[in-house]
Structure formats: structure tokens, C-alpha cells
């Protein structure tokens, strides 16, 4: 695809999941927009409303755009998609995308339209933290971490590194699990990888995750909606719902200048 390609279908999603029948409303748009399936169905709301929202701050597709925990995440394929060409991306794990998921589902478009995305881009794919990424700051107009921060992420140093990759004016988009109440995970680690254990983000915590962004310096281009009644998301014995957050880089960090560093 190029610049030139028809807009994606302008179907309103809202900021949390609220339905199946929302979640129906993106898979359909996706398909529409020609973009291959991901193998896990729930997260093809969250990334098309990434999709949608980066071609509409960084319409030009030499845009530098890092996905941070991108392993398993359709969303860089579907920037190369669309015409995007300066891609990054870093994870714990080696950081490929959903190959071996789009296989097992027969989903050989992913396959193949993955392969292609990441053979090009895979000089700029980095296997480190989301918290301390080793790609060069102040250089990347969008930035993305989408279904990471629960995954004992520690969200300040994430922040402050988000703040030090992305230019001045540079978009940040993080969604997460959410639930309004407080859900005890039990000590959940779904990958052995991370560092602590899983969490469900409920509404006071999303509330403190907007103070430490503005904190690392940045501004809530997203109305925080936490209003909600159904739990759209299954998994692990739990039930719950996504959220989507975008923020916009305003001040500039200390630490821009070194690649991997986080402020003190």
C-alpha cells in the first residue's frame, strides 16, 4: 500500500472495549482496509485504533514509528502494510512477529506480509526491555507498546524512555488490560521473560499512569475513559477488558541523547 490508499473505515471505536460487538466492528474494518488477521482475535481493536491514529499524526510513510514489546504483535506488519518503511521494534524475546501463531491459525497473508516486514526491517529489531530499549533517542515520531505495560513492566522507567526515543511533538500509544475494580492476578507470568508479575490495570491505577506520563513529560491526547460494565477479554481464569491510551511528547528529556538510558 502507499500514501496513496483510500483512508481506513472511519467506524467509531471508543477508548475501553465496552463489546464483542465493537470488537466485531474492527475485525471487520481491518478486513475492509485489506490488512492480514492477527492469530489473537481480541487485539485487532486496540492495534487498528493504533493504526488509524499513527496515519493521522505521521501521515508520511518514512516516519520513524518503534513498537516497543512488539513479539507477537501484528501492528508493525500492518504499518508495512500501509507504506510505513522506517520501522523498529524491541522485545525480551526475539522480537519477530506473529509467525508461528498465523501459521498454526492458516493465516498465510500474516505469514507472508510479516516475513516481508521483518526481513526489511530486522536490522532495526532489538532484543532489550521495554524500560531500557538501546534504540537512539530523539528520533522517532511514534512510538507504541501495545499489551506490554501489564506484564511487569516498571511503567515510570517505560515512560521516561518513551519520553527519550520520541522527537518533541512525537505520539506515544499504550494500551493495556483494564478493569475498572481491582482483579487479584494471583501472581500471573504469563512470559517468563518479564521481570515481575502480571497486573489488570483498574481505574485509580489508570489514573496514576496519566500523572507519571505527565511527569516524563507528556500530554494526554486521549480522552481516560473507565467506564465500563463488560468484560470483552478472557484469559488465564480472569475477565476483563482492553484500554487505549495516546499521549503527546512536550518537554524534552535529559537522557535524549543516549541511546538505551532512562533518567535518573
Request: net charge neutral; glycine share 8%; with cysteine.
Amino acid at each position: 500500500m502507499t500514501p496513496a490508499d483510500p483512508a481506513l473505515p472511519s467506524a467509531e471505536l471508543p477508548h475501553v472495549l465496552q463489546s464483542e460487538r465493537q470488537l466485531e466492528t474492527a475485525i471487520a474494518a481491518a478486513r475492509a482496509a485489506g490488512l492480514c488477521p492477527s492469530p489473537v482475535r481480541a487485539k485487532r481493536w486496540d492495534y487498528l485504533k493504533a493504526l488509524r491514529l499513527i496515519e493521522e499524526v505521521a501521515p508520511d510513510r518514512e516516519a520513524p514509528i518503534a513498537d516497543l514489546g512488539c513479539r507477537g504483535g501484528i501492528l508493525l506488519t500492518w504499518l508495512w502494510q500501509r507504506g510505513f518503511r522506517d520501522l523498529s521494534g524491541c522485545d525480551l524475546r526475539l522480537p519477530v512477529p506473529p509467525l508461528r501463531g498465523a501459521a498454526l491459525a492458516g493465516q498465510w497473508s500474516t505469514v507472508l506480509a510479516g516475513l516481508r516486514m521483518y526481513i526489511a526491517s530486522r536490522r532495526t529489531m532489538v532484543r532489550a526491555p521495554v524500560e531500557r530499549t538501546t534504540l537512539p533517542g530523539a528520533r522517532f515520531r511514534v512510538v507504541t507498546c501495545m499489551s506490554v505495560i501489564e506484564h511487569g513492566v516498571d511503567v515510570a522507567a517505560f515512560l521516561n524512555e518513551a519520553a527519550r526515543l520520541l522527537v518533541p511533538g512525537g505520539t506515544l500509544i499504550v494500551s493495556t488490560d483494564y478493569w475498572p475494580t481491582p482483579i487479584p492476578t494471583g501472581g500471573l507470568k504469563r512470559f517468563s521473560e518479564t521481570w515481575g508479575t502480571d497486573v489488570i490495570f483498574d481505574s485509580d491505577e489508570m489514573v496514576a499512569l496519566c500523572r507519571q506520563a505527565e511527569a516524563a513529560g507528556f500530554a494526554s491526547l486521549t480522552p481516560l475513559e473507565l467506564s465500563v460494565t463488560t468484560p470483552v477479554v478472557r484469559g488465564s481464569g480472569l475477565a476483563y477488558t482492553f484500554i487505549f491510551l495516546a499521549f503527546r511528547k512536550i518537554a524534552a528529556t535529559a537522557s535524549a541523547e543516549r541511546p538505551g538510558s532512562t533518567p535518573d
